[in-house]
Each structure stands twice: as C-alpha cells, then as structure tokens.
C-alpha cells in the first residue's frame, strides 16, 4: 500500500429518506486510486461486517434500500467499484479478475481484514473471484441473481431480459439506476460485460468451499432459475432462496425479506467454533501473489477504453476490433458528473 488517505463526510443517500444520519460516505485512496464508499452500523461490535457489491452499470447508491436493514445487525460497508459512482475512473476497463483486486485494495485501506460479501448481479462474479483469490479475505458469500459469465446468454438477449424486468421493478429505483448509468456511459458498461463474460462463475465457485447463499427473485426473467440451479449444482453446500413476486432489482423492491434472509444466514456464521471450516480455512489459505492492477493494454483500443491483457482472457478477445470501441473523452464524463 503505497499511499492511504481517509476523507469521511455525510452524503446524500439517493432515493431513500430519513437515513441521512444513519448512512455516511467516505473517500480512500489506495495506490493513488480514490475509492468512494458508503457505510453504515461502526458501532455494532461482535459481528463481522459486511461488504455490498453492486452490479454493472450502477453504484452503491442501488443498496439504498437494504443497507439500513443490514446495518441494524453489523457494520456494512458499500463501495463504488472503480469506474462507476463516484470512485475515479480506471486506466483500463478492469475485468473481474482486477475488479476483485481493487475490492480487496479497498478492503484493507479502510482496515477490513475478513467479512462477509453480499453481491448482486454481475457483481456475484467479482464477489466470486474476490473469495477465489483471497479466500481469507472472505468469510461467505450471498450472491442475490448472480450472473455466471460466459454461461449467460449474449448481450443482446441479456438486454431484452432487462427490458422485460422493467414493468416489475419499483418505480423509485429508475432514477438512481438512470443516473448511474449516466455517469458509467454505455461504452464502459459494453467493455466491461464482454471482459465479464469470459468468466465461468459456475466453475470458480464450484472450487470454493465457503458457506453460500443464492438468492432469486420469483419474477426475476434476467436470472433464470436454471441458472441459480447451475450455480447450487456446482456448490452442493450452498443454501437457495427465492423472494416470491420479486423482479432482478429485489434488493430494492423487496429489500426487508432480502435482508431477513441475510442476516438469518449471517447470524448463524458469527462466531463459528474454532474446529468449524470457516476457521480452519481462514488460517490455511495461503495468500497469492498481487498481480499488477494496471495491465498491458490491447493494441490498437482507444486509450480510454482499451482492454486490459490478462492471461485469463488473453487469446479470447482478438475476435473483437479495438476500433469498433468508440472513443469518449474522459472530459467528457466529468461534464456529465
């Protein structure tokens, strides 16, 4: 950790009222990137916190409804993944192989040695890779309609599934995910879900054995329930539930049940005996080597929007012309702020 600043300050929770004084934001910067986070619940001690990542496009303001919930139980934390909310914008598109790199540099710069991780929607495969590469880091994981990568189907059926989930999401979630979306742009969110669905979350988590929860929404028609079954298959240890009448967006629509199912789950894992798996794996999982956060990009992709050259995805993207990437000024997104 070259550099490691901490600027807490109120902020504004978009879309939620009344929790102004429950939900803080934070800025901290780790190896001169700036994080910006919300937290929520520092004073609850004995429980290990947890750790909120968000799906594409949107930010940690897409927790408003939940966090509070969560936070009657433990400190929660809810990070702007780099590139989207307010966290300063990336060299590169990261994957998500790099995107779990910069949640755990997130992780340790505001001091969270262990917790749990709540993922929704394609932040399921960040959270996933997150618990893959630091499994000490990670204590369990309830992943609410987790994507699985290259198991999806493609972009543009994944987006008729979006549209379809429309008419059954609460109304007041539209703008805080409007405005998300405008500050990410749509080039970053294209570039980001092609890296993500290199992954095969089916198989990674099939690796892991840590205690799970799945979480579908009944009405959900962008996480089929085939595919929650997939993820259950390949981790017969995991626990499934489904929030009946409950479209993609549930951690807003239906975010009390969500939260009973949570913290049920999570209260059981609190204090684990010291001969449980949970403690055991914490004190063998050996540490990996940090790759680099910043790779080598593709040749040739405009310099905003290049991809990132990983060995997981080397090879698999040369299909792609870096020239079909349109080029945004990164002036122009900061007018946009």
């Given at each position: ?11 504004p929770?978009?879309g ?9 934001g ?15 619940g520092?004073?609850?001690?004995g429980?290990?916190?947890?750790v909120?990542?968000h799906?594409?496009?949107v930010?940690?303001?897409y ?10 139980r433990r400190?929660?934390y809810?990070?702007d ?20 790199r ?7 710069a505001?001091?969270l ?6 993922a929704h929607?394609q932040?399921a ?7 893959d ?27 008729l599934?979006?549209?379809r ?19 990410s742009?749509?080039?970053q969110m ?8 290199h992954?095969?979350?089916?198989l ?9 929860l799945l979480v ?14 997939s ?5 017969p240890?995991?626990?499934?539930a ?7 967006g549930f951690?807003?629509s239906?975010a009390?049940?969500l ?6 789950f999570l ?11 949970i403690r055991?794996?914490q ?8 790759p680099?956060l910043?790779f080598r990009?593709?040749?040739?992709a405009p ?8 060995p ?10 870096a020239t ?5 000024r990164?002036d122009d997104?900061?007018?946009?702020r």
């Amino acid at each position: 950790m070259n550099e490691k600043t901490l600027n807490r300050r109120a902020a504004p929770w978009e879309g939620l009222r009344g929790y102004d004084a429950l939900v803080q934001g934070a800025d901290v910067v780790a190896e001169g990137h700036r994080y910006f986070y919300r937290f929520a619940g520092e004073g609850r001690a004995g429980a290990l916190p947890l750790v909120l990542i968000h799906g594409l496009g949107v930010s940690s303001a897409y927790w408003g409804r939940l966090l509070p919930w969560l936070a009657d139980r433990r400190p929660v934390y809810a990070l702007d993944l780099p590139g989207f909310g307010r966290s300063d914008d990336p060299d590169t598109v990261l994957n998500s192989v790099q995107l779990a790199r910069a949640t755990r540099l997130w992780m340790e710069a505001i001091g969270l040695d262990c917790a749990h991780v709540l993922a929704h929607s394609q932040g399921a495969q960040i959270a996933i890779e997150l618990a893959d590469d630091r499994p000490q880091h990670v204590a369990s994981l309830s992943l609410a309609s987790p994507t699985l990568g290259e198991r999806d189907p493609a972009l543009p059926w994944m987006a008729l599934r979006l549209l379809r989930d429309v008419p059954r999401e609460d109304r007041s979630l539209l703008p805080v995910v409007t405005r998300a979306y405008l500050r990410s742009g749509l080039v970053q969110m294209v570039w980001t879900n092609h890296l993500l669905s290199h992954d095969d979350s089916v198989l990674t988590l099939g690796h892991l054995r840590l205690p799970t929860l799945l979480v579908r929404g009944e009405r959900d028609p962008v996480i089929t329930a085939e595919a929650v079954e997939s993820l259950a298959r390949a981790a017969p240890h995991a626990r499934c539930a489904v929030i009946p009448t409950a479209p993609h967006g549930f951690h807003w629509s239906h975010a009390l049940p969500l939260a009973r199912i949570v913290n049920a789950f999570l209260a059981e894992l609190d204090t684990p005996p010291a001969d449980s798996p949970i403690r055991q794996r914490q004190r063998r999982a050996p540490a990996r080597p940090d790759p680099p956060l910043t790779f080598r990009p593709v040749t040739g992709a405009p310099s905003r929007y290049r991809l990132a050259d990983t060995p997981r995805c080397a090879g698999r993207r040369a299909a792609v012309p870096a020239t079909s990437a349109p080029g945004v000024r990164k002036d122009d997104r900061d007018e946009r702020r």
